[in-house]
């Protein structure tokens, strides 16, 4: 359903070497390309990630565009407008662009139920560059399914929005569980809160834990929600909640460095083995196991990026045991061993950007 040329703005490979950095002498721009019936949030959301990210010498990281089909005044979904200085040229720039819902994404209207982009649109579209990384917040996806970014890939939507998704665009494969996904150079996130993870998981992989964490900070935010948890969908229940496994989890956090069992912690929580797994997927996503070895590789990233420890030490903390299971579970994970993941965030507080991890 892609419209012609539009499929073409995006590499196998990923995102383009540097990035993070935006190329030769200036930041990563990140270009925000918003709509009539835009939600303001989710375009405030981008500003305020983005522009918190600073350096160890506290210089920003990314310079931030707001651009429109056309310069001017656009509507949102409210009962005031924004006025945008920058028009499509800006796309043509940008080494990230970041595409929000609109609310005629969420109605009956031709364009979307048709699954096809407007003209003017598709050729905004097309001046975005090859190699460039585009990610869309809640319903945005349907610009980018519509636009064939998304085939062959994972991607989600907002939980509303699922039915008429998957009727318009089965070439993508949607999961309509989690809060994000990362396909490399196309990246989704299903509603407004995981805009936020979405952004502070591409600040993470732009500049390491550390930086991803300050901006957190300064936001008042979590620091990390994995891409696997799910979404928050009421659904029936066969019976009552009268427990969570929260408490599981984060004692699991406090003792990552040694051997833990799905007997020890479904014992935490008072529970047998079968419930406790069945309601830690429910609430988390994912299994307790692969939680876990999230949690443990997180922890080794922040240790290569913020200590001195060998990596012998790091494995140990981290839980994995030895030196040769780290690096199976990074190599897996990121693709890079050890020391080439110590090498590029080492320097990312300068902003070296991304392009060693995905070397």
């Given at each position: ?5 539009v ?7 990923g ?18 390309l ?5 939600l303001p ?37 409210t ?14 720039e940008?080494?990230?662009?970041v ?10 209207g ?16 097309r ?20 636009a064939?970014?998304l ?13 008429d ?9 949607l999961?309509a569980?989690?809060l994000y996904?990362d ?21 993470r ?20 929600r994995?891409?696997?948890?799910a979404?928050?969908?009421r ?24 051997p833990?069992s799905?007997?020890?912690?479904a ?50 903390e ?17 693709g ?11 320097g ?9 991890l995905?070397?």
């Open positions: 359903m892609g419209v012609g040329g499929s073409g703005v995006t590499g196998v490979s995102v383009v070497e540097g990035a993070a950095e935006g190329g030769e002498g200036r930041r990563h721009r990140v270009a925000v918003v709509r009539d019936g835009m949030i989710e375009v405030g959301i981008v500003h305020r990630i983005f522009g918190e990210a600073r350096s160890a010498a506290g210089e920003p990281l990314y310079e931030l565009v707001t651009c429109a089909l056309r310069p001017g005044e656009v509507r949102t979904d009962d005031f407008t924004v006025n945008v200085a920058h028009g499509p040229e800006a796309l043509a940008a080494d990230t662009v595409v929000p819902a609109a609310n005629a994404d969420y109605g009956p031709e364009e979307q139920c048709a699954g096809r982009l407007g003209a003017e649109l598709a050729d905004a579209l001046r975005i560059r090859p190699g460039t990384r585009v990610a869309s917040i809640c319903t945005g996806a349907f610009v980018l399914a519509a064939g970014l085939d062959g890939r994972r991607a989600t939507t907002h939980w509303r929005s699922v039915d998704f998957r009727r318009l665009f089965p070439a993508v494969e999961d569980e989690v996904t396909e490399g150079d196309v990246l989704t996130a299903a509603g407004v809160a995981s805009g936020i993870d979405l952004c502070l998981h591409m600040v992989c732009d500049h390491g834990a550390a930086v991803a964490n300050d901006v957190a900070r300064r936001t008042v935010v979590p620091p990390h994995e891409g696997g948890q979404q928050y969908i659904r029936p229940m066969a019976e009552p909640q009268v427990s969570s496994t929260g408490a599981a989890r984060a004692w699991a956090l406090e003792h990552l460095d040694r833990l799905l007997r020890e912690l014992a935490r929580e008072a529970m047998s083995v079968r419930t406790f797994t069945r309601r830690f997927r429910e609430e988390v996503g994912v299994s307790p196991l692969q939680w876990l070895t999230q949690q443990r590789i997180e922890r080794a990233r922040q240790l290569l990026e913020e200590t001195e420890l060998t990596v012998d030490r790091i494995a140990a981290a839980g994995f045991g030895t030196a040769a299971s780290l690096r199976a579970h990074l190599q897996s994970a990121l890079v061993s050890p020391r080439a993941y110590r090498s590029t965030f080492r990312a507080g300068a902003g070296s950007g991304r392009g060693g995905v070397a």
